[in-house]
Nanobody, 128 residues
Framework: QLVESGGGSVQAGDSLRLSCGVS????????VGWFRRVSGKERTGIAC????????DFEDSVRGRFTISADAATRTAYLQMDNLKAEDTGIYFC???????????????????????WGRGTPVSVSS
């Protein structure tokens, strides 16, 4: 089970840290992806980290502003979002692939269907 939290309504330039609490699997062995959905549009890959933890990828518009991490001890993955912009508004979801060890060398931002387990999402609203 994946449960997101940490969303909210903020002003442009503010920061938020999204959390993804994971139960029922060993987070240390899983790649993690964060996706955003805006009303009426498909999910967009925002950030991901490989199961090796040596590879990270970011959507171009958030690169340099967002960071991704995963803490096996707390079973929580994080998305730190700094210098937020109005276009960052949406519902954010965390997801993991089907098997431990999948996406070991690279994670996949382009294909949401590569991820099997999803949380329910947490909303982020950024006003300019």
């Amino acid at each position: 089970q994946l449960v997101e939290s940490g969303g909210g309504s903020v002003q442009a330039g503010d920061s938020l840290r999204l959390s993804c609490g994971v139960s029922g699997l060993n987070l240390d062995a899983y790649a993690v992806g964060w996706f955003r959905r805006v009303s009426g549009k498909e999910r967009t890959g925002i950030a991901c980290i490989s199961s090796s933890r040596y590879y990270e990828d970011f959507e171009d518009s958030v690169r340099g502003r967002f960071t991704i991490s995963a803490d096996a001890a707390t079973r929580t993955a994080y998305l730190q979002m700094d210098n937020l912009k109005a276009e960052d508004t949406g519902i954010y979801f965390c997801a993991v692939p089907l098997r431990a060890g999948d996406m070991f060398t690279r994670c996949d931002l382009a294909d949401p269907d590569a991820y099997e387990f999803w949380g329910r999402g947490t909303p982020v609203s950024v006003s300019s």
